[in-house]
Every structure is written in C-alpha cells, then in structure tokens.
C-alpha cells in the first residue's frame, strides 16, 4: 500500500471539504421546486437581457417591474399606457 504524498493528501481533504456540508455533515440536495424556481429565474433575467439589448427602454421598464421569487410577476407602471 502506498502512502499519500502531502500533495495529494491536500488535494483529497479539499475536493471532501467541497463535498461535504458545514461540519462535515452531509450537504441537502435542493428540493425540486427550488431548482424549478431558480432555473426560471435564470429563464427570464436571460430572456430580458437579450430584450435589453434590442429595446433598451424596454428592456429598463421590464427590469424594473418584473419580479422572481417564489412567485414571478410583472407590476405595470401605472404611468405607462400600452397600445397593442
């Protein structure tokens, strides 16, 4: 049996402190619907950023009224009138 070499002993506690949680204990997996709300998240912040770049008032007004989180929203400016 060979004996680990420091280097490759440091490199074996750090890749086990990554994979362990806080302590050493045993890291949660997110839950499902938190990785659904994270990938919409990421969805739509990507999706306004490519508006942005194309229509950068609108992408400024949608930035501003569109909220993520547990749930997504858009809260219009009242002081907005839309004509479609």
């Keep these: ?3 680990a070499e420091p ?8 890749h086990l402190r990554s994979v362990t949680g806080l302590g050493g204990r045993s890291r949660k997996s997110g839950s499902t619907t938190e990785r659904a709300r994270v990938a919409v998240r990421k ?10 770049e194309v229509q950068p ?3 400024r007004h949608l930035y501003e009224r569109v909220s993520t989180g ?3 929203r858009y809260e219009p400016d009242p002081s907005v009138t839309w004509l479609l």
């Design 70 to 72: 547990t749930t997504c």
């Design 57 to 59: 008032e609108l992408g």
């Design 1 to 3: 049996m060979r004996v």
């Design 7 to 14: 280097a490759d002993r440091a490199a074996i506690e750090a």
């Design 43 to 52: 969805a739509i912040v990507a999706a306004l950023g490519k508006g942005a």
